[in-house]
Nanobody, 123 residues
């Protein structure tokens, strides 16, 4: 499985961005998919996860109510809609495919990772 995240950029606080993650090699449909982020000097952290059919989602408290994760299995694509962005959301965002179809947040539960896309929110 190869994952490629894109859609990042520079946005002002309060703005929106939509990240996409395209998969190739194998379909996404059998596993949960997640988004993570890593700010400079900090550890990579969980952002959101969605089950294989999109019926269940889970979010980090810091993004709950502002970010929405979704997926289109027919297009082998994962999305992250980010609204009301804050400067503290600045990070490199990574998509990942879980080894399970569970709402897991632990990095160790994800086997395949995309290369990351930079999101910068200015104040």
């Amino acid at each position: 499985v190869q994952l490629q995240a894109f859609g990042g950029g520079l946005v002002q606080a309060g703005g929106s961005l939509r990240l996409s993650c395209a998969a190739s090699g194998r379909t996404l449909s059998s596993n949960a998919m997640g988004w993570f982020r890593q700010a400079p000097g900090k550890e990579r952290e969980f952002v959101a996860v969605i089950t294989w059919n999109g019926s269940s989602t889970s979010y980090a408290d810091s993004v709950k109510g502002r970010f929405t994760i979704s997926r289109d299995n027919a297009k082998n694509t994962l999305y992250l809609q980010m609204n009301s962005l804050k400067p503290e959301d600045t990070a490199v965002y990574y998509c990942a495919r879980s080894s399970y179809n569970l709402l897991v947040s632990a990095i160790s539960r994800y086997r395949y990772w995309g290369q990351g896309t930079q999101v910068t929110v200015s104040s």
